[in-house]
T-cell receptor
Framework: DSGVTQTPKHLITATGQRVTLRCSPRSGDLSVYWYQQSLDQGLQFLIQYYNGEERAKGNILERFSAQQFPDLHSELNLSSLELGDSALYFC???????????FGPGTRLLVL | GNSVTQMEGPVTLSEEAFLTINCTYTATGYPSLFWYVQYPGEGLQLLLKATKADDKGSNKGFEATYRKETTSFHLEKGSVQVSDSAVYFCALNSGNTPLVFGKGTRLSVIA
């Protein structure tokens, strides 16, 4: 158990819909990262937050957005969903001053 | 930019066989190197890491040495078990930057 939690574990929805994925980092970790794992693209970085502020953006679509709240949990919002958004979405957290990122169990999204 | 290239599988081995999964990287500066493992139906778990040249990371019988001269971080295990069947990812970062992953190598160990 990494100490990072993600909900829900599974999500099935339809094209055009909007969903919210939630992540709670390890206690004391200020940095949160979101990654997408798909069969064709592999593991790709989406976005990073540090203590409530956006720090870096990767290959994140404009239909996707995220935020980190004062209690440090983070949410990833996916809207106008397409079939190709079906993937496993991971969040990871990191303690300031350390390199290692610890991953949550992921949310498996299926868009039908 | 930074990139990681790892051998693509799948790799199928008999129990107690020797395992090597090759990983090479391209990076500016001095990255930290990681191996993560993903067991079926689960998330990513850190397997081992090395943060500077010539460091050896080890865990659960797996080892990898950070070779700056060959920009490599090959994963090895002397005797694999069925329970080692999983997908293995080589990755790197520099400080607080996001991880850059290789495409993953699926390992199947048969009894």
């Amino acid at each position: 158990d990494s100490g990072v939690t993600q909900t829900p574990k599974h999500l099935i929805t339809a094209t055009g819909q909007r969903v919210t994925l939630r992540c709670s980092p390890r206690s004391g970790d200020l940095s949160v990262y979101w990654y997408q794992q798909s069969l064709d693209q592999g593991l790709q970085f989406l976005i990073q937050y540090y203590n409530g502020e956006e720090r870096a953006k990767g290959n994140i679509l404009e239909r996707f957005s995220a935020q980190q709240f004062p209690d440090l949990h983070s949410e990833l919002n996916l809207s106008s969903l397409e079939l190709g958004d079906s993937a496993l979405y991971f969040c990871a957290s990191r303690k300031t001053g350390e390199e290692t990122q610890y991953f949550g169990p992921g949310t498996r999204l299926l868009v039908l | 930019g930074n990139s990681v290239t790892q051998m693509e599988g799948p790799v199928t081995l008999s129990e107690e066989a020797f395992l090597t999964i090759n990983c090479t990287y391209t990076a500016t500066g001095y990255p930290s190197l990681f191996w993560y493992v993903q067991y079926p139906g689960e998330g990513l778990q850190l397997l081992l890491k090395a943060t500077k040249a010539d460091d050896k990371g080890s865990n659960k019988g797996f080892e990898a040495t950070y070779r700056k001269e060959t920009t490599s971080f090959h994963l090895e295990k002397g005797s694999v078990q069925v329970s080692d069947s999983a997908v293995y990812f080589c990755a790197l970062n520099s400080g607080n930057t996001p991880l850059v992953f290789g495409k993953g190598t699926r390992l199947s160990v048969i009894a």
